[in-house]
């Protein structure tokens, strides 16, 4: 069983400005829940080709892992693969609404035999670690 879960949120601001705020490593601490640290390779937003290592809690455990930028279409998209809790990837989708943007993150990812046996679990938490993100993000460009 693999980790598919996709939670959006409306955030009241246009495309560019969420993508300004979101796609900056600088801004991780502010909006990503259970991160301690995250280290980009080079200063700026984020890019095809862009490296950064975070520092992060998941499920009572801390690690570091890093992540790659695979692809990005400016103002839209940027999708990263990550190596740990378990190989994933990760994209984050922004949709121009009427009312502003819809800001999606979808995950997938194979969480393989150590983790197999708790994949219900890890969806859950997937699921539930990434709208915290999603709320906070918008907590931070709506205030």
Do not use: K
């Not at 200063?43 to 499920?59: C, H, M, S």
């Not at 609404?97 to 679990?121: E, K």
């Amino acid at each position: 069983m693999a980790v598919d879960v996709r939670p959006s949120v409306l955030v009241h601001r246009s495309p560019g400005e969420v993508a300004a705020f979101m796609f900056d490593p600088a801004n991780d601490l502010r909006w990503t829940g259970g991160i301690t640290s995250s280290t980009p390779a080079q200063p700026g937003p984020l890019i095809e080709g862009a490296t950064v290592e975070r520092t992060a809690r998941f499920l009572g455990r801390g690690f570091t892992y890093g992540y790659l930028v695979t692809r990005h279409e400016p103002d839209r998209l940027v999708e990263l693969t990550v190596d740990r809790p378990f190989p994933m990837t990760v994209r984050y989708e922004l949709e121009a609404h009427p009312d502003g943007t819809t800001v999606t993150i979808h995950a997938t990812g194979n969480p393989g035999r150590f983790f197999r046996w708790a994949t219900p679990l890890l969806i859950h938490q997937v699921r539930t670690s990434i709208t915290a993100d999603l709320h906070r993000l918008r907590a931070c460009l709506e205030t």
